[in-house]
């Protein structure tokens, strides 16, 4: 059993245990969206404190991109009955080229967490506007984001907040205000949800805002967690983050997302981290610090274990190939993965885990991994080219250059027998009878996407 | 169209070699053939209602005066309701259902059907008519326990967005879960067949697992197998697949097209598992038309083209579809004009062979627990029917003890 203490307790590199590669690529992965070649040289070279710092802090966005992301975002470019594919590949481009994927990333924790579809919410631009409330809080305080979601005008319309009456409430966001995004089940009971639905009635929408229209509200008692008053939503929300369970639950939540899928941890070892995020009044940001410094993070059991979600496939992908990539097409390919931003399954979101992966999601990862590294594809090709990448990283034999790619996307965790196939295809591919028409350099670049192509579909690099 | 030689010939393990796991060769590629005499050859279509469906507006209790003050705007009148017997009807979005009940005595209703301290989060109650357990941690499914015992090939038809059920977890082999057979192909970018035949050497032919692998990498490598396996074995069926009777245009209706084209092209498929999602009507449900009669409407017809379809081919008395959702929903609406979380809701069973008739009392509306209708039948009970007298399981191992099968199919 893991001492808790040292398990939390910031990682220190020894030489048993030193500051490598390896490492680099999991915090990039985990933090982020993945790392490029010369994003790991410098984490190897600056070592271990100043890569977690930069990390974690992030940098400030350029000018332009936030300029550029923002005109995009507004209502003007992206009006209310936007196509879907715009939101999410809106999105995408923002993980793309973000100087802080750290926030990014926790953005789509939280959207996944409140997990709210523009398939029913119909409007961009409410879809927009959670974003930005998520976005601002991701790194910040739960308490002000899950009070505030209460009245987030997507959320209203998702879970029909905004049609519930006084005189018959409607119960669902009060249900999913326990049971998915505060407590989980087994922390209250029915009544509590019946009472708490009183609470959230009155909510509507004006002018894009969602307010709370004292009239229609049920301003009677209620009784909830054995608490009574006459409480509002933002009342509820308290009384869920003053729940004992509360902390817990995100806590759970978080060390499945940022530590390990492979495990449930035991409560022993939640339990101090929950006490410190409470203490904290719920700093998502200093917690998430100190998972990602802590030795447990960086510890052989956390390391691959977790399976990549479609959107860290497509952009860990596209990020280590340097390249540029549509994120309209990036966005409609996800779909077939099975993640569509602004649009999750259902209020519990993605399962995650083994479940991203199936037989035809598993045929879509692989189909979409060629589609970014062959000429033949239009949507990607030209545009994430395994040669130029090659040839900027001055790779002039086969041997370095399969070494290479196996350094680049799985800082060599494959084993031997993967380098030997993939230096046997090289070899074949060299034999093969190509059309008379086709130029040396052809040839050469065929074989080099081909086999990056092939390095993408090592089970390894599955895992995240 | 293809013949059982052509699949015979087009799945034989070429390709994949010696990496092929003994599990695999004896599951998936030595399924008994349908017309290998002495075979048990039953196909289960098992059709998941996501998100609770509204059983008092699908199997209405149109004699009950309480029915129509419970539900003053979304009640669906007396006159409408498609009649199965004197006190109850069909909503009249099933009109097609309602036919193959009483013209071809093909549809089995089971009524009031749910399980003790009814769970009201989707979440939870998915997973337990899924695991058909109401233990605290639910890791395998019915199906993928029965599949332990009769390891036949099955398939999840899936959206784009919809993961593998828990339902199937637990099976000696993933169960595949497929969109399309368009989609289900893994493609190379190559010039000549000896570099297709290279490159597709070094994708299937991943290291075999020891017992250091640790297991997220080795259920990765063991899905990619199975994939690329079925991915070959499904290269063979034919691209054109014209069915006896027109189907629908639903999601639905193209996924039970797609079982039909696979139970028809022989290659022993005997399980698939279909969702359609939408029915959690917290607001704006509608009475006889609106959101909830367009749901009924997609689930009525797709099911009895798919029906009708088999019937054409020979399939009929092979056939059972089999209908659930995780929960109905509350008796009385509220002020958003639907219904919120509730409790026991009818089954629907539809096949040549199954008993048809409406099985189990209506739930009382004069005995609600909390505003929700009480269980007369336990669901593990119409799961006990299934597996023992459809699948050939025993059924006791799965559901548990005392849960006596209903009797749902012809004798």
């Known amino acids: 059993m893991l001492d808790p203490k040292l398990a939390w307790a910031p990682f220190a590199p020894t030489p048993q245990n030193p500051w490598d590669r390896a490492k680099v690529g999991h915090l990039y992965r985990r933090a982020g969206f993945g790392a490029t070649a010369s994003e790991l040289d410098a984490g190897v070279k600056d070592g271990h404190a100043k890569t977690l710092d930069r990390v974690l802090n992030g940098a400030p966005e350029s000018e332009d991109f936030t300029r550029t992301s923002d005109f995009m975002a507004s209502e003007r470019s992206m009006p209310p009955g936007a196509p879907q594919g715009r939101l999410s590949a809106w999105w995408l481009d923002r993980m793309l080229k973000t100087r802080h994927p750290l926030r990014e990333k926790l953005t789509l924790f939280w959207h996944n967490h409140f997990a709210t579809s523009n398939a029913k919410v119909q409007n961009a631009c409410f879809m927009l506007t959670q974003y930005r409330l998520i976005q601002s809080h991701a790194l910040g305080s739960f308490r002000e984001l899950l009070t505030k979601m209460g009245s987030d005008p997507a959320m209203l319309v998702w879970l029909d907040t905004n049609t519930s009456t006084k005189a018959a409430p409607n119960e669902n966001y009060a249900r999913e205000v326990m049971e998915l995004f505060s407590l989980g089940v087994g922390n209250y009971t029915e009544a509590d949800i019946r009472q708490a639905a009183r609470a959230f009635t009155g909510y509507e929408i004006k002018d894009g805002k969602g307010t709370l229209n004292r009239r229609q509200h049920d301003t009677s008692e209620k009784e909830v967690f054995g608490k009574k008053g006459k409480f509002t939503g933002e009342d509820i929300a308290k009384l869920c983050l003053d729940h004992d369970a509360c902390a817990r639950f995100i806590v759970r939540k978080l060390y499945r997302f940022l530590i390990s899928e492979a495990d449930t941890p035991d409560a022993k070892l939640i339990d101090p981290l929950a006490e410190q995020y409470r203490k904290s009044d719920f700093d998502t940001g200093k917690f998430v610090a100190t998972m990602l410094r802590s030795n447990l993070f960086f510890a052989s059991s956390s390391y691959r274990a977790k399976i990549k979600s479609p959107v860290e496939f497509a952009i860990g992908t596209v990020r280590a190939l340097e390249g540029v990539a549509g994120t309209l097409p990036l966005a409609e390919a996800l779909e077939g993965l099975g993640q569509v931003l602004f649009a999750p399954p259902s209020v519990k979101g993605w399962d995650g885990g083994e479940a991203w992966l199936n037989a035809q999601t598993l045929l879509g990862r692989n189909n979409l991994a060629l589609a970014i590294t062959s000429t033949e594809d239009a949507r990607f090709g030209s545009r994430c080219d395994p040669g130029q990448l090659a040839a900027k990283h001055d790779i002039a034999t086969d041997a370095k250059l399969v070494d290479f790619l196996l350094g680049l996307f799985l800082q060599g965790d494959a084993p031997q027998g993967a380098r030997t196939k993939l230096l046997d295809y090289l070899k074949t591919a060299k034999g093969v009878k190509y059309p008379a028409y086709w130029s040396d350099d052809d040839v050469a670049n065929h074989r080099k996407r081909a086999v990056t192509h092939l390095v993408l579909t090592l089970p390894e690099y599955q895992l995240n | ?411």
């Open chain 2, 1 to 411: 169209m293809t013949t059982r030689r052509d699949f015979l010939r087009d799945s034989s393990l070429l390709g994949f070699g010696a990496t092929v796991p003994a599990f695999l060769g004896r599951t998936a590629y030595s399924a008994p053939l349908a017309a290998k005499p002495g075979a048990r050859d039953t196909v289960l279509v098992v059709v998941q209602l996501t998100g609770g469906n509204d059983g008092l507006n699908t199997v209405v209790p149109f004699t009950n005066a309480d029915y129509y003050k419970l539900r003053p705007t979304i009640a669906v009148a007396k006159d409408q309701v498609k009649k199965l017997t004197d006190d109850v009807g069909l909503h009249p979005a099933m009109g097609a259902l309602a036919k193959l009940y009483t013209d071809d005595s093909a549809v089995c209703v089971v009524q009031g059907v749910g399980y003790p301290n009814p769970s009201q989060s989707h979440f939870r109650s998915m997973d337990v008519w899924h695991a058909a357990s109401t233990a605290e941690t639910l890791t395998a499914g019915w199906l993928g326990t029965a599949l332990k015992k009769q390891p036949v090939p099955g398939f999840h038809l899936a959206s784009g967005n919809e993961t593998s059920p828990l339902a199937l977890a637990g099976a000696p082999v993933r169960v595949p879960s497929i969109t399309s057979l368009d989609d289900f192909k893994l493609k190379m970018v190559s010039v000549t067949g000896a570099d297709a035949a290279a490159q597709k050497n070094v994708i299937t032919s991943s290291a075999p697992s020891t017992s250091e692998t640790p297991a997220l990498l080795d259920f990765v490598a063991r899905t990619q197998m199975n994939t690329y396996a079925s991915s070959e074995k499904l290269a063979s069926i034919g691209k054109n697949y014209t069915p006896k009777v027109p189907y629908p245009t639903s999601a639905l209706a193209n996924k039970l097209k797609l079982a039909a084209q696979l139970i028809d092209a022989g290659i022993g498929t005997r399980l698939f598992y279909v969702s359609i999602d939408g029915f959690d009507t917290h607001a704006g449900q509608g009475g006889a038309t609106g959101a909830h009669a367009n749901l009924l409407t997609q689930v009525s017809e797709a099911i009895s083209a798919f029906y009708r379809d088999m019937v054409g081919r020979g399939h009929g008395k092979r056939l059972c579809v089999m209908t659930f959702s995780e929960f109905g929903r509350r008796a009385y609406e509220n002020g958003s004009k639907g219904t919120d979380h509730g409790a026991s809701a009818p089954m629907f069973l539809v096949g040549g062979n199954v008993k048809s008739g409406v099985v189990g009392d209506h739930p009382s509306l004069k005995g609600l627990k909390e505003g929700n209708l009480v269980h007369g039948t336990d669901f593990r009970q119409v799961y006990a029917a299934v597996l023992d007298r459809w699948l050939d399981v025993d059924s006791k191992p799965i559901v548990g003890d005392g849960f006596k099968a209903v009797e749902v199919f012809a004798k």
